[in-house]
């Protein structure tokens, strides 16, 4: 096959006292996200759909937060390994589009550096990298900013 796709979803609670990784960049906020490694949300979504277009498992196989070296990790890492993964097996990303629920913080002015990083990982342009968000209109667990959650669909190709 030329192409594959593959869609990703990933969810962290939102507690005091951690940084908020998103897409990459620390974001100020009174609240971060809580996970085995520095959960960002919007990273562990790509890497879901990246290794989902080709039937790879996804990220807590590869990456299980029952494994310490796992711990506290960067998650631009874990985008790496997934794109090292995928383009072992003869792919690579055409381009990704996701988007981020959160009520806050506003994220408009990061997307451009978010765009830089996870271009720059997964070897493509920052044009080829759509980062939108939305809220839930106060509604869930989203609305209540207990927590966030991110979305990402992710074209590969034949290198």
Same mark, same amino acid.
């Given at each position: 096959?030329?192409?594959?796709?593959?869609?990703?979803?990933?969810?962290?609670?939102?507690?005091?006292?951690?940084? !908020?990784?998103?897409? *990459?960049?620390?974001? /100020?906020? @009174?609240?971060?996200?809580?996970?085995?490694? #520095?959960?960002?949300? &919007? =990273?562990?979504?790509?890497?879901?759909?990246?290794?989902?277009?080709?039937? !790879?498992?996804?990220? *807590?196989?590869?990456? /299980?937060? @029952?494994?310490?070296?796992?711990?506290?990790? #960067?998650?631009?890492? &874990? =985008?790496?390994?997934?794109?090292?993964?995928?383009?072992?097996?003869?792919?690579?990303?055409?381009?990704?589009?996701?988007?981020?629920?959160?009520?806050?913080?506003?994220?408009?002015?990061?997307?451009?550096?978010?765009?830089?990083?996870?271009?720059?990982?997964?070897?493509?342009?920052?044009?080829?990298?759509?980062?939108?968000?939305?809220?839930?209109?106060?509604?869930?667990?989203?609305?209540?900013?207990?927590?966030?959650?991110?979305?990402?669909?992710?074209?590969?190709?034949?290198?």
């Amino acid at each position: 096959m030329a192409y594959r796709i593959g869609s990703g979803v990933d969810y962290h609670q939102l507690v005091t006292g951690r940084d !908020l990784w998103i897409g *990459g960049v620390k974001i /100020p906020h @009174t609240k971060g996200a809580l996970g085995h490694s #520095d959960a960002d949300v &919007l =990273l562990h979504a790509i890497c879901d759909a990246m290794l989902g277009a080709l039937a !790879l498992g996804d990220i *807590g196989f590869h990456f /299980p937060d @029952t494994d310490n070296s796992f711990k506290d990790i #960067d998650s631009k890492i &874990l =985008l790496m390994r997934s794109t090292e993964l995928i383009e072992s097996k003869g792919y690579k990303v055409i381009n990704i589009d996701s988007t981020l629920c959160l009520e806050a913080p506003k994220i408009k002015s990061y997307v451009p550096q978010m765009q830089q990083t996870i271009a720059e990982i997964v070897h493509v342009t920052n044009s080829d990298v759509s980062v939108k968000a939305t809220t839930t209109e106060k509604m869930g667990f989203v609305g209540r900013e207990e927590g966030l959650k991110a979305y990402a669909t992710v074209l590969l190709g034949l290198k």
